[in-house]
């Protein structure tokens, strides 16, 4: 039996919140499993637009990946214009987006077994 073989599709939401200084380009997402571009893993795609000032902007998605595999998800980001005094203390420092949340869903409905995984910060 080779690797992976036998093994489900792993279902996974994917969370990803984003101060409203930083705007997605959902026309830009890519999907790729070890580098060759996919169509097939979106299963279900939320976005909450940022409002300028006060709310985070939101990005849910549930995907549906093969085992065994390196998966990247891509998107497109523009920044706001910000004011001089909208500016962080340090601006040669720059701004430091938070993770994003991946939760390895259960494989049947009602089932309570969920495992959360976390990513590092972005520079």
Do not use: C
């Not at 992976?4 to 930083?22: C, D, F, N, S, T």
């Not at 997402?29 to 299963?43: A, E």
């Not at 985070?56 to 998605?61: I, T």
């Amino acid at each position: 039996m080779s690797q992976g073989e036998g093994i489900e599709k792993v279902r996974v939401a994917y969370l990803e919140m984003l101060p409203w200084i930083v705007h997605l380009y959902l026309h830009t997402l890519q999907l790729s499993v070890d580098g060759v571009p996919r169509t097939d893993l979106l299963r279900d795609l939320s976005y909450t637009a940022p409002i300028p000032h006060g709310r985070a902007a939101a990005l849910e998605a549930v995907l549906e990946l093969p085992p065994n595999s390196t998966v990247s998800l891509r998107l497109g980001v523009g920044r706001a214009f910000l004011q001089y005094g909208e500016h962080p203390p340090d601006a040669q420092r720059g701004w430091e987006l938070p993770a994003a949340v991946v939760v390895v869903l259960p494989e049947h409905p009602g089932s309570d077994s969920q495992r959360r995984v976390y990513t590092s910060a972005l520079p």
